[in-house]
């Protein structure tokens, strides 16, 4: 029986495009270390690439509104991520920091981290995966402020190209009192451990 995608891709097609790029790089899918390798990428797609068959918004849709009137800064940090490049294909490592100011309910904190997963797990560029994770959060909880910063390495640049190893990028997207408050945007940025801003 066929695995296939919402997009008709067989998992049989999936692992023939496989053994397609081994010939392609000079190999012979048939060797006997690589006859496995196709079903094993195919097997590993999957996992990396699940993000697509999710509405990372749902993990925000259970909300609790018995907090006793609490309307200051929620931060989670450090939500380690792997993600790859929608050009090259590359692993994408990083970790990203989320933060916002309820007005009257709040979300598990798990679940955050669950919505950087969703969007992480798809093909990204950083930028479009700050923006997607804050907005996300804006929609669904309607505070008075989502702050979302990123900051990966990306194997496209340290593996190929100029080869610049020990390099990451930082990208960071303000909403409603984040973007128009500097003092808000300020304690965020203390909170996750970035001082003085960012450029």
Known sequence: MSDSTPNDVTREQAEDAVRVLLRWAGEDPAREGLLDTPKRVVKAYRDWFSGYREDPG?????????????????????IEFESHCEHHMAPIIGRAHVGYLPTCRVVGISKLARVVE??????????????????????????????????????????????????????????????????????????????????
């Not at 849709?61 to 450090?78: N, P």
């Not at 309607?142 to 990028?169: F, I, L, N, Y």
């Open 118 to 199: 969703g969007y992480a797990r798809r093909f990204q560029v950083q930028e479009k995966l700050t923006a997607q994770i804050a907005h996300c959060i804006q929609e669904n909880l309607q505070p008075a402020g989502v702050a979302v910063v990123v900051d990966a390495s990306h194997e496209c640049m340290t593996t190929r190209g100029v080869h610049k190893r020990g390099v990451s990028m930082v990208t960071s997207q303000m909403l409603g009192a984040f973007r128009d408050d500097a003092r808000t945007r300020a304690e965020f940025l203390q909170f996750i451990g970035i001082h003085g801003g960012l450029r």
């Open 58 to 78: 749902e993990y925000l849709r259970r909300t609790f509104k018995e907090v006793e009137g609490y309307d200051e800064m929620v931060v989670l940090r450090d």
